[in-house]
């Protein structure tokens, strides 16, 4: 890494002290300039790494891995600030390592290594983006469960997904926790469409199933709308039975419709692909029976 410090006239800056403020009011020596691969080498390399790239074979060329099997490319070979461009031939100027690595290089921001955020100040505004980092890939996204954003693609933490029967389940907390890391969950709210007229008994050792358990009386009916932070609003609908819930859960149909619409509508917000955890019959009687998976 490059220490801060005076280098013919221009002043380079560490990764972890990037700022927009590195101006002096009484000497211009101290302004900093746009780094580039001639004379800040280990210091784009280390910005490099903490965005996620890798260096190639090649000195000058960076390779970063994406989710959808396309790659980043970042090449200083002829041009000394880099050029950047993906496999896929997308447009490099909309996507978070791009904006990133201006950012610092230009000195308008700070990195977070740990949390792999990248703090811009641009003017008046400041703002904060998230850089993936993993190269490799996690369970959540082999199992196709990813939500998407403006562009942007979440790989859903794998702690949180459930095994049902062999195959693994989004669930609520893998969602909303996506959600809360990427920023763009502002706020929900559940009502009650149909309270159900009657409540099915707990069910004791040895008794049958009642008479009229087929009688829509048990029914209940949940709408949940999920407000994003672009002001974006999502509504969906979630419904539960005691014929449509296993184990000790069953008698509990107004927290189950709740539970269901939320999830539901978490799908629609996240362009979430697939059915959640929390709208199976089998997740409950896995999870309040057998222990889960």
């Not at 008046?124 to 993993?134: A, G, L, Q, Y």
Request: net charge negative; aromatic share 6%.
């Amino acid at each position: 890494m490059v220490e801060e410090g005076k280098e013919e006239g221009r002043t380079t800056t560490p990764i972890d002290n990037f700022s927009s403020n590195e101006s002096s009011e009484n000497s211009n020596e101290n302004v900093a300039t746009a780094i580039n691969w001639k004379d800040d080498r280990e210091l784009i390399k280390k910005i490099l790494e903490n965005l996620g790239f890798k260096q190639t074979k090649r000195d000058t060329l960076f390779v970063k891995d994406l989710t959808d099997g396309d790659a980043l490319f970042c090449d200083f070979s002829k041009n000394e600030e880099g050029h950047m461009w993906t496999k896929k031939d997308r447009n490099v100027h909309d996507m978070n390592e791009y904006i990133a690595f201006r950012a610092l290089q230009e000195g308008r921001a700070k990195m977070d290594a740990k949390s792999n955020t990248v703090t811009i100040t641009d003017g008046e505004r400041e703002f904060m983006i998230d850089i993936d980092t993993k190269i490799e890939k996690r369970a959540g996204e082999e199992s196709g469960y990813i939500i998407e954003h403006e562009e942007r693609k979440i790989i859903l933490n794998p702690d949180f997904l459930v095994n049902i029967k062999g195959k693994l389940f989004p669930t609520i907390d893998a969602v909303v926790d996506a959600m809360h890391k990427a920023g763009i969950l502002k706020d929900w709210r559940v009502e009650i469409l149909k309270y159900p007229e009657k409540i099915l008994p707990e069910k004791k050792a040895g008794e049958g199933e009642i008479e009229d358990i087929n009688s829509a009386k048990y029914l209940a009916v949940a709408k949940a709308t999920i407000t994003l932070v672009d002001g974006k609003t999502f509504e969906g609908i979630g419904d539960a039975h005691p014929l449509s819930i296993r184990g000790t859960m069953r008698p509990h149909v107004i927290r189950m419709a709740e539970t269901r619409a939320v999830a539901r509508t978490l799908r629609f917000a996240g362009n979430l692909h697939g059915v959640m955890a929390e709208e199976l019959k089998e997740a409950v009687l896995e999870t309040t029976e057998d222990g889960g998976e």
